[in-house]
């Protein structure tokens, strides 16, 4: 490249033609009179002019006469202003009419005025056109923000908006703050914020916390209450910012709104619904009662009834009655526990779980509901031991719900329940419960809302399984009360699913022998042959233990027993009295009737001491109080079975029979 | 007491387990008794409710005694003992009353769910309910006397 070459032609065109003529920002330079002495090419093709049509010409005269859409009064207060303050003045946004349908287009004008020793010798005006119409709309705001900001303070009348210095003392009051504080500007500026807060306030420094929590995150809120002028209180929401200009701190604003009113509806609307939510639980326990005495009734009734000569098709009938009803006093009991851990006042108690008779007696309930064919395998980590310290009611209801799920949900094939610890400490375990089954599993989508509570897998109109959705909520919200976690996966096996929970069980001091569970977890197929027929065949050969320290009540149980074909009956009148014949005969005995209620030893008292001195004879308790949760004390206790008083002797045929048939 | 030949009339009609022994008597649980009696005798029956008198009457003034003796623990466990053999015959009336002495005995209310702190209270009611159960029971006595007394003529 050859420097020399090129300096003549730039010499040459540097002159002030030239330099207007070429600049790429259109431009038109005028002489003092604004008469135009050149233009810039860029001007000429913006416009499309021809250079003879603009010079001479004076400068609104072409503006306005050429309908080039510029607004010739912004153009005009450009060059006025740049003349009399001997400035550049930039006037930015200057709209230009579309030519046509064209969208308008903005412009920002610069007039340039130049002065040789004070006289004016020309007038240089460059356009630049401004991008888009958002670019516009934020050159508005800037012109406007701090006029407006200012203005908007003022006036916003809902909520205290001022500044503080960087000591905390008050230097601007909007209207808002002297509405809502009642403090006029001249009597609060100067003033130290504090002023606002109330004795109890002051005492824990809440000014001084804040505004260091400020000066170190840039920001603080608080709701508390706030004093006003003539001393009274208001609810208010604060928020302090840390102001600062150009890195250095120069003070705070404070914005705080009156949160009385939201507040006062806050506490209404919590008063509300707790008093709603008291009168459901009391609704619900007082329906699930009402509902539950009457079900009893008819059950009973019932029981009776399916003692008659019946014919098949009655009997199929009272079958399915009586399956429904029991199906309704589960949906019941359900919705009672639901209410009762909504309402946060489910007790979980500490006591004695003796794992292997925990699962033997639900394998037990279940036996009922499982189909043909399928059996139930019961494994147990051998290192863990039998009993440990928990709840054993609540560990029982969740496992027992899992159970019946697995039951409920298996067509053919098997349930097994496995148990082991996953983690072990000096003082605890986390006690893993395992439910595998191979029904028909769980499709993916909708695992994921399996334990939120009135959901089911089978939301389908032909809706074959029964139950409220509650199951599993119930146990997920119990398994968290014990410190565990409840989830679900396929069987990786085969069709299926796994259910587990864990549980946080503690150590005890010394371990009890384990039960022995295999003679009790024998698989065995529901028969359909009346349980009462049954059980007089296999009657005769069992021996009894009966402990009920009323002679009448004795007699009828007697009576009621020798009915059903028992004929070794023993009898004791105390609880002490039936420990004592329970260790004497614990070869010979096949089942013990229990009295809760009882001298000397009541009937849970006496199982313990029983079931100490390693018995394990099935103990039933016969009980007037026949409320649910009584009777998943007594199956924690150690005992095995339930019948209510005044003792219905189908169920206590059932219930016999369940106990005696396995041996 | 005026519904008494009625049922001497349904017993007559026998195989019908329809049986009206008046409000105070469940008759369900009542009959479960009976169809314990071997034959057409009642032996059995006869036997339970007869010592149920008998019982009944021991235990009342047991009550009366503990009453007086502002015993409320052993009230609480009378009351729990007769409750348990009327519930057993079906004598719901005095069942439910010795339910409530079992309560007040416990030092709660009648439903045995709130706590009563006041022992006089306590005493005061049982004094109240004891009235009440004895009149309830003579009652049922009347009725089941009536019930198992031998066959009157052509009835």
Request: aromatic content about 6%; proline content about 3%; hydrophobic content about 40%.
């Amino acid at each position: 490249m050859d420097l020399a070459s090129e300096s003549p032609s730039q010499s040459e065109t540097l002159t002030g033609h030239s330099l207007i003529a070429l600049t790429p920002i259109p431009t038109v330079l005028l002489d003092a009179s604004l008469h135009i002495l050149l233009v810039s090419a860029s001007f000429l093709s913006l416009h499309n002019l021809a250079a003879e049509a603009c010079i001479g010409v004076g400068v609104y005269e072409l503006m306005g006469a050429r309908g080039l859409g510029l607004d010739v009064a912004s153009v005009q207060c450009a060059i006025e202003t740049a003349r009399s303050t001997k400035k550049v003045h930039a006037a930015d946004a200057i709209q230009v009419k579309g030519h046509g349908t064209a969208a308008p287009r903005y412009w920002a004008v610069r007039a340039i005025p130049m002065f040789e020793k004070e006289t004016l010798r020309y007038i240089s005006i460059e356009f630049q056109e401004t991008i888009s119409d958002d670019q516009m709309q934020q050159a508005n705001n800037q012109l406007d923000t701090n006029d407006t900001y200012r203005m908007l303070v003022q006036t916003v009348k809902d909520y205290a908006i001022f500044m503080l210095d960087t000591k905390g003392n008050v230097k601007t009051w909007n209207q808002g703050a002297a509405l809502l504080k009642g403090y006029t500007a001249e009597e609060i500026i100067g003033k130290h914020f504090s002023t606002f807060y109330t004795r109890e306030d002051l005492v824990a420094e809440k000014p001084r916390k804040e505004i260091e929590i400020c000066l170190r995150d840039g920001k603080v809120e608080d709701e508390s209450w706030r004093l006003r002028r003539d001393g009274s209180r208001f609810w208010a929401n604060v928020i302090l910012t840390s102001v600062y200009r150009n890195g250095v701190h120069i003070g705070f604003s404070k914005v705080t709104r009156d949160l009385t009113e939201r507040k006062a509806a806050e506490s209404r609307l919590v008063s509300a619904y707790e008093e709603a939510a008291k009168l459901k639980s009391e609704f619900l326990a007082n329906m699930t009662h009402e509902i539950r005495t009457p079900m009893h009734g008819m059950l009973s009734a019932l029981t009776l009834l399916t003692d008659t000569s019946l014919l098949p098709e009655q009997r199929e009938l009272t079958g399915i009655i009586e399956e429904s009803g029991n199906v309704l006093l589960d949906v019941i009991n359900d919705i009672l526990d639901w209410s009762k851990l909504s309402a946060g006042t489910f007790p979980i108690n500490s006591d004695v779980i003796n794992i292997p008779d925990v699962v033997s007696s639900v394998v037990r309930g279940s036996r009922p509901l499982l189909n043909h064919g399928v059996s139930i395998d019961v494994s147990s980590d051998p290192s863990l031991p039998t009993v440990v310290h928990g709840d054993p009611v609540r560990y029982r209801q969740v496992l027992n719900n899992l159970v019946s799920n697995a039951a409920k949900f298996t067509d053919s094939g098997s349930i097994r329940i496995r148990t082991y610890a996953t983690k072990e400490d000096d003082l605890s375990y986390i006690l893993q419960t395992e439910v595998t089954d191979t029904g028909i599993g769980i499709s993916n989508p909708t695992s994921g809302s399996l334990f939120t509570p009135f959901t089911q897998f089978d939301t389908s109109a032909t809706k074959r399984y029964k139950g409220t959705g509650l199951g599993l909520s119930i146990s997920k919200t119990l398994a968290e009360l014990m410190g565990g976690t409840i989830g679900f996966h396929a069987n990786p096996q085969t069709r299926g699913s796994v259910f587990w929970f864990s549980v946080n069980v503690a150590k005890l001091p010394t371990t009890i022998p384990a039960a022995v569970l295999t003679k009790a977890l024998a698989s065995t197929t529901i028969s359909p042959v009346d349980p009462r027929e049954l059980l007089s065949e296999i009657a005769p050969s069992k021996r009894l233990l009966l402990a009920e320290d009323n002679l009448i009540n004795q007699k009828v149980m007697v009576k009621m027993l020798r009915g059903l074909g028992f004929e070794h009956i023993h009898t004791a009148l105390d609880g002490a009295q039936a420990v004592q014949l329970a260790k004497q005969h614990s070869l010979l005995l096949d089942v013990i009737l229990m009295d809760i209620s009882m001298p000397i030893l009541d009937g849970m008292e006496a199982t313990v001491e029983i079931r100490r001195a390693g018995v394990n004879i099935p103990i039933i308790a016969l009980t007037a109080n026949a409320l649910e949760g009584d009777r998943e004390i007594y199956l924690a206790k150690g005992m095995n079975g339930y019948v209510s008083k005044p003792v219905d002797r189908q169920k206590l045929a059932d219930v016999l029979l369940r106990w005696l048939k396995c041996d | 007491m005026p519904g008494g030949e009625e049922h001497e009339e349904e017993r007559s009609e026998e195989g019908s387990f329809v049986l009206d022994l008046g409000d105070g008597i469940d008759s369900l649980t009542f009959e479960q008794i009976l169809e314990m009696d071997d034959d057409d005798e009642r032996d059995f029956s006869k036997s339970i409710v007869f010592g149920f008198f008998e019982q009944a009457e021991q235990t009342f003034k047991k009550m009366d005694d503990a009453l007086k003796a502002k015993d409320l623990k052993d009230l609480s466990s009378l009351g729990h003992f007769l409750k348990g053999s009327s519930a057993t015959l079906g004598l719901t009336k005095v069942k439910d009353s010795c339910e409530k002495i079992q309560h007040y005995g416990q030092g709660k209310d009648e439903e045995g769910t709130t706590d009563v702190e006041d022992d006089e209270l306590c005493l005061k009611r049982i004094k109240e309910t004891l009235e009440t159960v004895k009149e309830e029971y003579e009652e049922v006595e009347k009725v089941l006397k009536k019930f198992f007394a031998p066959p009157q003529g052509s009835g």
